[in-house]
Every structure is written in structure tokens, then in C-alpha cells.
């Protein structure tokens, strides 16, 4: 590549990267403003910088701030910060939430995973025939609906918990239980999935399963022990060269999951997993983290997910029914199923209610696997869209339900009880 070119790429990525900053920023403060969480304001950012707005209205400034020459480059920016960001998932998964209540929030998290998979697929039925993607079978097309119908976006659920002061009532203990069963079993169905994706035939997806098999053994065996004793050593403290020790680590495991054909992604979820909890250094690892990748990565993720989302493909009634059917049939499967779940192990209503609202939050988790199934070939660009606005849909209902069930005078009450 000629040098002029590479200058000329160079300039537009930093043009591109100062205006999705500054538009995710302005909308994710204006979306707090409005007592919905930040998140959602800068993934609605990234929609109204593709072609569902900037595009639509002034498409030739769009294509030049976004051509397609550069598009490559943007990507891998946003493979980068979602890497670092379910690393960051992975070390706010603690196991020890799993012992403390594990019975309850495996019975109400197995539900609320079963029905929302069940009532995917169901519909996917349906949707395959004309909306599948270019790789996908019967099979895997309905195996990736159910997992994306049936995912809760853990961080999500946490910071409304934070802004709402339920964090340290029942609920809040609850949910965050049920969130991580959740990510547990959702990223496990997905990963499921993505072995289908990569291998053709039965054969070939056994051979991806073992080869996921025997990375989860070495993570757990062997790289979980070597960092218990660089914790150890480190004493909740995270230096450069220990940053530096858990950066290549880090690499290291998305890449294998990446060459195994399930996506870097799941390397850097379990990689945060194993990372020992205890002493402080998992919350010092993440607070070194976090800041770069949430405001500077995370935001370049957003907008690449905005460029592929054409909202402009939904013209007609009929695709616009199927939009209310898919965030019908989320809210049915995941609020419904944790409701009757939560209820049978002896939940009153409205903690019920309130637990089903919450894990029925997608969010970021949402897009993370509706970004995998597109580049998999799994789901076309109409489905796409559809999940995104379900994921904006249903992730906006959290914050005004709770804010009904849940009063002020009523969190002080379940706080000090």
C-alpha cells in the first residue's frame, strides 16, 4: 500500500474515532439524563451514524467519513475493545455468587434460559426459510435465535442496580446470582453454537467441541493455578510488568479460541474467569483496565455495530411485525420464565417481577453475539436489525418498571432489612 494511501486511511480513522467518541459520550450522558443506562445512549449512537440516519441524510459526507477502504481498520479497533471488554465481563464473574445461592438462582436462571431458548427456536422456524444468513442450517440458524433470546447482559443488570440502590437488597443479590448462571450458560450455548458455525457436519463440530474441551481444561488446570500465584505475589497491587504478564496472557487465550474457530471473544471471557477474585487484584486489574476500554474501545464497537445496522431494510408492515414479534417473544420467554420460576421457589410478586425485568435486560451482550452470528453467516442483515432494536427495546423497559415497583421508601426498606 502506498504511503499517501496509508496517511490518507490514518487521517480518516482519527476523524472517525474523535466523532464517535464525542457522539457516544454526548448521547450516553443525555440517555443517564433521562435515567436509562449510558449504555444504551451510545449504542443508539452508533445506529445514528450508519445508514439508519447519517447515511440516510447525508450520504455522500457519510461515505466520507466512513468508506468502505477503512472499514477494515475500524473493525479491528472494535474486535480490540470487545476483546478487553468480556475480559472485564469474565472478572466480575465470581464463583463464589454461584456457592452463596446457587440453588435458588440455578433453579430461576435454568427457566428463564430454557423458555426464551425454546420460544428462539420456535420462531426461528419460521424466520428460516427467508431470513437466515448465508451459512446457516436449520439447525444452527435455531440454536444461535434461541441463545440470542435467551443471553442477559451482566453488566447492564449491575450499574441499574447501582443507580436504582438495589444492589444491596435481596434482589440485588439475587440478580446479580441469576446473572452469572446466566453468562455462564449463555456464553456456553453460544460457544455451542459457534463450533456449529465453524464446522460443517457432525464430525467436524465434534472435533471444534473437543478442541474447546481441552482449552477450558488447560485455562482451568493450568493457567488458573499460575495466576493464583502471580496474585499472590502481586498483593492486590497491578504494576506495568504484571499488567504487561496479564495483557499477553490475555492475547494468548482469545487467540487460541480464535484459531479453534469459536472467536476470540470466548478466550477473553474465560482468560477474566480464571483470574483469582480474592486479595483485590481482579478489582485492580479491572479499574486498570476499565477506563480505556469503555470510553475510548468500547465506543468504536458501538458505531461499527451501528454501520452494519440498516433499519431502512424494515419497509414494510410485515417486517415491522416481525420486530414486535421477536421483542414479544423475548420479554415472554426470559421476564415470563423467571417470573414463574422465581414464584415457585417462593418469591412474592414483585421481587419476581422485578428479578424477571432485570435479567430480561440484553443490552451490549445482545450485540455481541448478534455481531458474531452476522459474521458467521448465521443470521442475514434484516434479522440484525430486528435483534438490535429488540435489544434497545428491551434493556430501555428496566429502569421505568423498576422505578414502579421499586420506590424510594421501599429500596430503603429491603436495604436495611
Excluded at 504511503?3 to 476523524?15: G, P, Q
Excluded at 506495568?240 to 482469545?254: F, W
Excluded at 486498570?288 to 431494510?313: H, K, M, N, S, W
Excluded at 425485568?357 to 451490549?364: A, P, Q
Amino acid at each position: 500500500m502506498p504511503a499517501a494511501e496509508i496517511d490518507h486511511l490514518l487521517a480518516v480513522l482519527l476523524l472517525q474515532i474523535a466523532v464517535i467518541i464525542a457522539v457516544a459520550r454526548v448521547l450516553g450522558l443525555a440517555f443517564r439524563a433521562l435515567r436509562q443506562p449510558q449504555v444504551i445512549g451510545e449504542v443508539v449512537a452508533g445506529i445514528l451514524l450508519g445508514p439508519s440516519l447519517f447515511g440516510w441524510l447525508a450520504p455522500a459526507p457519510a461515505a466520507a467519513l466512513f468508506p468502505a477502504s477503512a472499514m477494515p481498520f475500524l473493525k479491528l479497533l472494535s474486535e480490540v475493545g470487545i476483546i478487553l471488554f468480556m475480559f472485564l465481563i469474565g472478572l466480575e464473574l465470581d464463583p463464589a455468587l454461584l456457592r452463596q445461592r446457587g440453588r435458588v438462582a440455578a433453579v430461576i436462571s435454568l427457566t428463564g434460559i430454557a423458555l426464551p431458548f425454546a420460544l428462539g427456536a420456535w420462531v426461528a422456524v419460521a424466520l428460516y426459510p427467508a431470513h437466515a444468513g448465508p451459512s446457516a442450517t436449520a439447525a444452527g440458524f435455531s440454536l444461535f435465535l434461541g441463545a440470542a433470546m435467551a443471553i442477559t447482559a451482566f453488566p447492564v443488570l449491575a450499574r441499574i442496580l447501582m443507580e436504582r440502590g438495589l444492589l444491596r437488597t435481596r434482589l440485588g443479590a439475587l440478580a446479580l446470582t441469576c446473572a452469572a448462571v446466566d453468562d455462564v450458560a449463555g456464553w456456553t450455548l453460544l460457544s455451542l453454537v459457534a463450533a456449529v458455525g465453524a464446522a460443517r457436519g457432525g464430525i467436524g463440530v465434534a472435533g471444534v467441541l473437543a478442541q474447546v474441551a481441552l482449552y477450558a481444561a488447560a485455562m482451568l488446570g493450568v493457567v488458573r493455578p499460575l495466576l493464583a500465584r502471580l496474585a499472590a505475589r502481586a498483593v492486590g497491587r497491578v504494576t506495568p510488568n504484571v499488567l504487561a504478564a496479564m495483557l499477553v496472557l490475555l492475547m494468548l487465550s482469545a487467540l487460541a479460541t480464535q484459531s479453534i474457530g469459536i472467536h476470540a471473544l470466548f478466550g477473553a471471557f474465560l482468560f477474566g474467569v480464571v483470574v483469582p477474585k480474592r486479595d483485590g487484584f481482579a478489582r485492580a486489574l479491572g479499574a486498570t483496565v476499565e477506563d480505556f476500554a469503555t470510553v475510548f474501545l468500547l465506543p468504536l464497537y458501538f458505531a461499527y455495530t451501528g454501520l452494519r445496522t440498516q433499519i431502512g431494510l424494515l419497509d414494510g408492515p410485515g417486517e415491522w411485525a416481525l420486530v414486535a414479534l421477536l421483542i414479544a417473544v423475548a420479554v415472554a420467554g426470559k421476564l415470563g420464565g423467571t417470573l414463574i420460576a422465581s414464584r415457585l421457589v417462593g418469591l412474592g410478586w414483585r421481587d419476581a417481577a422485578g428479578l424477571g425485568v432485570l435479567v430480561n435486560t440484553r443490552g451490549l451482550m445482545e450485540l455481541i453475539i448478534l455481531n458474531l452470528g452476522l459474521d458467521l453467516g448465521l443470521i442475514g442483515p434484516e434479522v440484525f436489525a430486528m435483534m438490535v432494536l429488540m435489544a434497545i427495546a428491551t434493556t430501555m423497559m428496566a429502569a421505568p418498571v423498576l422505578a414502579w415497583l421499586y420506590p424510594p421508601a421501599s429500596r430503603e426498606a429491603d436495604a436495611a432489612r
